[in-house]
């Protein structure tokens, strides 16, 4: 099974040589950017052409947390992972997790 690299994705999308979709369970979450990460995301999402803000962001941390995570040392990454089960448990309880997807809007996100 050959892996895809999500930043290999990102960049494809970006560039309008492939795209993304995700379908499943969602979480809300408030978060504040600084202004020029806000920019970057907001012309990564116009640059592609199905995507909104809010897909923009969640692809891009989605990578971040996939390279973080393979840089860590043993140890360190099987805490993590320990610690993003107890939020998966908890946010799957939660009445806030609904299923959906990460399209709302083109620009309502």
Do not use: C, W
């Not at 989605?62 to 840089?71: D, G, H, I, M, N």
């Not at 309880?93 to 959906?100: F, L």
């Amino acid at each position: 099974m050959n892996d895809v690299n999500p930043f290999d994705m990102l960049v494809a999308e970006i560039s309008g040589t492939g795209g993304s979709q995700y379908r499943g369970m969602v979480h809300p979450m408030m978060l504040r950017l600084n202004v020029v990460t806000y920019a970057g995301i907001a012309a990564m999402a116009d640059m592609a052409a199905d995507s909104s803000r809010n897909a923009v962001a969640n692809n891009l941390l989605e990578a971040a947390l996939s390279e973080v995570t393979s840089r860590l040392d043993e140890d360190t990454r099987l805490a993590f992972h320990d610690l993003q089960g107890k939020h998966l448990r908890t946010a799957l309880e939660s009445k806030d997790v609904a299923a959906g997807s990460l399209e709302s809007g083109k620009r309502g996100n």
